[in-house]
């Protein structure tokens, strides 16, 4: 043990050495746009950390002040110097670039100001963000404190107003306000329990909560290329004995073009915490686990930074990374991502603190599989997220804090009477509508009314409404075959269709909740999905999954039976499929392997699907979700496309595409839809690309554990269809079982699909059509010699009919379309939540 502390020490004093030699290298030539330094209440210039501050006087807008100073006790010269306000005060900043800009704050309460310092209270906001809400020194722990936070600027001006409160004083010491790459922070990461991809970070302002040099010394601010501090991690280890510090010249850190020292100094790379021989660690599954106290009411933005610097070789090195103990990167090897040794790497995710304790984990620990038992880490940054009040401390809004002007009164009086007239209207509309409907009762009806949700989660009149409607002697349950609007549950007939939500009946978990068996008063089987309150989709997900599901009606769409949102539940209510989504018949379950003619039929029943939602509707309806564990299938191997939360309503005639934040499952996202955030139909057509490369190959769309160049599915396929060599890459179980005419317009289809710019890649009924004549090629390849690949020829002897835009087994449930529903049993026999086995959610 004595030996590793000195190991550990001459290594701590290496990196030191090594940082100080070094460190002018890391601090490449970043010139932020906006960068104003402020000394509160300073008659001068203060130079600190290489930085200098001005006075603040110009930036000051408004607010009664006092300035206060001292030249003994501060702990930096940034402190020697205060402003005190006694009243709201404002400090307006122009703002040349819009975009995230760091916002700093140092407080340290000057022991002799004649203002009680240490008992003021301290609140700050943004124009829409709450930074600190009555915050006190007499509770904290520390002489001073620096605060540092990411906000999106949207205009040409950032005012910082300063708010005492419980008739006391605030102040401050210094301001920075500085402008940050774009690139620094992404709009989307991989939210955990449940997993699956959040977007809209760039709408949320960040707090700094933890920033850490694993295994190296504190890097200052004048030492990033951003400002950053970053501090040693050794006081948040769990247990000390089981890191050892690595290090090497920063010298020799290659970074990649994704990587800049923006993203981490190269000091940060340049040192680690690693298990190594010498951690002494018996057991191959023991984690290096960093504890860190954090507010439980927040998600938090975790950064991870990775660069394998402990290794002799290439892929010698696997190990996985644990947030809160749920899996975040598994079996992880750096050099097959990076290509090389000594790159940098970094991966985010969205977490949440555990639950009910209030502390964070990180933890990194060996695969058990591999030949070598080690694990690493070189940096860590955790940031709280702003919640839906957009506060970063506190559930109350910046309107709480900031008083309204007289014009802002008035204008809120005029909004008040235009908000009572409204209601008083709505009030006799709702008064017309149910005599109207008391009326109608009279007469003999089938289904339950489809009342419009609530804005919020729960709705008391729709709760009163289904129970009236179950007391009403209906038939206990109207499928979508007979009827054009879904049924409405009341919670006692979910928990006893389920047994109470029994585990048992536990068929999957999803980005929305968690999945049940269940089986209804007549005996009908259901999947019932049940709503997470803590998972990432929540209102608006329900609401569109209804809103789509009660207008469509197709024999390759999903079938929504009803749904219930009694007692702050969502619960929506399908028809069961008994064998569930298609991945789990291509890897990961035990099944029997299709056939390539069922492979074919199902790829062309999901094509109708998507070519009826592109083309079937007055205005398109746009997937954004297409994958394999959302085409489900019925007993009969039919294939249905299902799991409409994410999906949009497509462009009008006179636009090309529609503008909006990314979502989507990682591995099978648009590129082009990624890049420019503009949606069109196009974006499925490339996803469902995806879907048949790895029903060809059968392989998730995104494998980190394969070497780099295997990891995306999309990217590796096309290397062979280029070459015309896809059958080396095909189901091992469709060797010598496929027609070579067929597999090669499979592959010509698939590659058109996964063309980098939407323009260039085909409708989806061009899609199906290929598919079609792929089918044709299989079944009929016996008693062909040399068939044309071109695919505007078909077989001779086998007419084609034309491709309609959907067949007789639709019906529109808008009134735009009616008609027999020839196929109307047979589409609502089977239907199931999206995301029986779900690997990575949404």
Known sequence: MAKMKLEKWVSFVLGCLLFESLCHKSCASFTPVDNYLIACGSTKNVTFQGRTFVPDSGLLKSGNSVVSSSNSSAPSPIYQSARIFSSIASYKFKIEQE?????????????????????????????????????????????????????????????????????????????????????????????????????????????????????GPLITAQNDTLGRIWENDAKYLHLNSSALNVSVNPSSINYPPAVTPETAPNMVYATAETMGAEANVGDPNFNITWVFSVNPNFRYFVRVHLCDIISRSLNTLVFSIYINDEIALGSLDLSSLTGNLKVPYYRDFISNSSADSGTLTVSVGPDTLADITNATMNGLEVMKISNEARSLDGISSVESFLPKSHSKKKSMGIIIIGIIVGAAAAVALVCFCCCLMARRSKTPQQGYPWLPLPLYGNSQTMTKMSTTSQKSGTASCISLASSNLGRIFTFQEILDATNKFDESLLLGVGGFGRVYKGTLEDGIKVAVKRGNPRSEQGLAEFRTEIEMLSKLRHRHLVSL??????????????????????????????????????????????????????????????????????????????????????????????????????????????????????????????????????????????????????????????????????????????????????????????????????????????????????????????????????????????????????????????????????????????????????????
């Open 561 to 842: 039976i009803g749904y219930c949102d009694e007692r702050s539940e969502m619960v929506l209510v399908y028809e069961y499929m008994a064998n569930g989504p298609l991945r789990s018949h291509l890897y990961g379950m035990d099944l029997p392997p299709l056939s390539w003619k069922q492979r074919l039929e199902i790829c062309i029943g999901a094509a109708r699907g998507l070519h009826y939602l592109h083309t079937g509707a007055a205005q398109s309806i746009i997937h954004r979700d297409v994958k394999t564990t959302n085409i489900l299938l019925d007993d009969n191997f039919v294939a249905k496309v299902a799991d409409f939360g994410l999906s949009k309503t497509g462009p009008a005639l006179d636009q090309t595409h529609v503008s909006t934040a990314v979502k989507g499952s990682f591995g099978y996202l648009d590129p082009e839809y990624f890049r420019r955030q503009q949606l069109t139909e196009k974006s499925d057509v490339y996803s469902f690309g995806v879907v048949l490369m790895e029903v060809l190959c059968t392989r998730p769309a995104l494998n980190p554990v394969l070497p780099r160049e295997q990891v995306n599915i999309a990217e590796w396929a096309m290397n062979w269809q280029k070459k015309g060599m896809l059958d080396q890459i095909m189901d091992s179980n469709l060797v010598g079982k496929v027609d070579p005419a067929s597999l090669k317009k499979f592959g010509e289809t698939a590659e058109k699909c996964l063309a980098e710019h939407g323009v260039d890649r085909p409708s989806m009924g061009d899609v199906l059509w290929n598919l079609e004549y792929a089918l044709q090629l299989e079944e009929t390849s016996s008693a062909l010699t040399e068939p044309e690949d071109n695919s505007t020829n078909h077989i001779p002897g086998i007419p084609l009919t034309p491709l309609e835009p959907f067949d007789n087994s639709v019906s529109m449930i808008d009134g735009r379309n009616s008609g027999t529903d020839d196929d109307a049993e047979d589409a609502a026999t089977s239907a199931v939540f999206s995301q029986l086995v779900n690997p990575r959610g949404r």
């Open 99 to 215: 975009g995230r800009h760091w916002v700093r704050l140092y407080f340290y309460p000057l022991p002799n100001s004649s203002q009680k310092l240490a008992s003021a209270s301290i609140t700050v906001v943004t124009d829409d963000v709450v930074l600190l809400n009555n915050f006190t020194f007499k509770n904290y722990n520390g002489s001073y404190m620096f605060k540092e936070y990411a906000v999106n600027v949207t205009s040409d001006s950032l005012t910082l107003s300063f708010i005492p409160l419980n008739n006391s004083v605030t102040f401050v010491n210094a301001i920075e306000v500085v402008s940050i790459p774009d690139d620094v922070f992404p709009d989307q990461a991989l939210a955990l329990n449940p997993s699956t991809p959040f977007s809209g970070l760039s709408e949320l302002a960040f707090e700094t909560i933890y920033r850490l040099n694993m295994g």
